[in-house]
């Protein structure tokens, strides 16, 4: 059947950042809910001129926003969290928990894989409590264990399919079994909070390990010869590293080498946000713990270590081609089409191509977002002249 005018859409005039490179002056037909290769000439058609057209981003690490969380909060308040972030573009996104007891992260997945089943969420991913106690973060000491088999599958089973990550310190007993679990099981095994050895972290990548959670943080740093993980993890092309580039976990500098070493089509930006996204300042819980954001960094009421953050990605991306200088389309491959080629989506979203969900991004000269649609439907619908 020919397409309908009341059901298609054109976006004109803007650059639109395809797989191929990007288009100046590109039309983007938009049929339904989908990409078209091509639309009838009776279209509705919206002028972009001056603006970018880059595909909806990928949120592969996101414990909350808009004031809730993904830990804790109810159905209700998942979706506002899931809004708010939608709002600043991300279009797809799993769900990361925190370390919490089994038997309530257990019940958590299951809850959580409803809303993956509705195609609100693409998963879920657990953060903990497998992690080391040496690199915690702002995770309860008292609710870490060590990375049983049993434990793990348990976890994942109670997710009914929906578990597409699962971080790990790989080190500690029952790590490399577990990756290799993981790994049968098509989940993605990922390397973090840990105090792994560079030996060490070699072996877990050969065991199955895909992912580097938030390189550089909550892991020893290099030395001269005690090189890490952190070199392990840049240095072997069957990783893919996250990064949040929010200014507060990572120098510029920094965010530089893991580029420039791993590519960019090795690099997943993500958020790690947590309930105060979108939000603001004040007091939140963090699993257990409670947290004080002041001036968007939020940290540990008791230590102070960085709890999370309240990035969302059209941040992220901004700071990425604007002060960091990573090309456009560089930006765009680690904050669409490789977090979705990880979580397995990418038949359906993480770039501009027919057949593919209708899931953009708008943004204006200065890469400020303007508009996001989500399956062919505006979120944040742009104002034309």
């Known amino acids: 059947m020919a397409p309908r005018a009341a059901d298609s859409t054109v976006l004109a005039g803007a650059r639109v950042v395809l797989p191929t490179g990007t288009v100046e002056n590109g039309r983007l037909a938009v049929e339904g809910a989908r990409i078209a290769a091509a639309a009838p000439e009776d279209a509705r058609t919206v002028d972009l001129t001056g603006h970018w057209v880059v595909p909806g981003f990928v949120d592969m690490h996101n414990h909350g926003g808009g004031g809730a969380s993904f830990t804790s909060g ?3 308040e998942v979706l506002t969290g899931i809004r708010t972030h939608r709002e600043h573009g991300t279009t797809t996104m799993v769900a990361s928990t925190v370390t919490g007891e089994m038997d309530f992260l257990a019940r ?4 959580l894989s409803e809303l993956v089943e509705q195609g609100d969420l693409a998963g879920i991913h657990f953060e903990g409590p497998f992690i080391s106690p040496c690199r915690k973060g702002a995770h309860s000491e008292q609710l870490l264990r060590y990375p049983d088999p049993a434990e793990v599958r348990k976890l994942v089973d109670a997710a009914r399919g929906a578990a597409r990550m699962v971080t790990l310190a790989t080190e500690l007993p029952g790590g490399l079994d577990s990756v290799r679990l993981l790994a049968e099981l098509g989940v993605i095994a990922a390397i973090g909070h840990t105090d792994a050895t560079y030996a060490q972290t070699v072996e877990a990548i050969d065991a199955g390990a895909t992912v580097a959670t938030h390189l550089f943080n909550a892991m020893p740093p290099i ?5 890490g993980p952190i070199t392990a993890l840049l240095e072997d092309d069957r990783i893919t590293v996250e990064l949040i580039n929010d200014g507060t976990h990572l120098h510029p500098a920094v965010l530089e080498l893991a580029y420039r070493h791993k590519g ?6 993500i958020t790690d946000a947590m ?3 979108g939000f603001g300042d004040g007091e939140y819980q963090l699993g257990p713990l409670a947290v004080e954001v002041r001036d968007g960094v939020a940290r540990l009421v008791e230590g102070g270590s960085i ?3 309240t ?3 059209d941040t992220a991306f901004r700071r990425a081609v604007t002060l960091d200088r990573i090309p456009v389309e560089d930006a765009v491959r680690s904050i669409s089409a490789n977090p979705a080629r990880l979580l397995g989506v990418d038949d359906r ?3 501009l191509e027919p057949g593919k969900d209708a899931d953009l991004v708008v943004l204006d000269e200065d890469f400020v977002l303007k508009g996001v649609m989500r399956r062919g439907e505006w979120i944040v619908e742009p104002k034309t002249a």
């Open 74 to 76: 109810t159905a209700d």
């Open 108 to 111: 958590r997945a299951g809850e």
């Open 223 to 227: 030395a001269h010869r005690e090189p």
């Open 264 to 269: 960019a089509g090795r690099v997943a930006l």
């Open 275 to 277: 309930d105060a996204a």
């Open 307 to 309: 709890a999370g953050s």
């Open 311 to 313: 990035l969302t990605l």
């Open 349 to 351: 979203v993480g770039s």
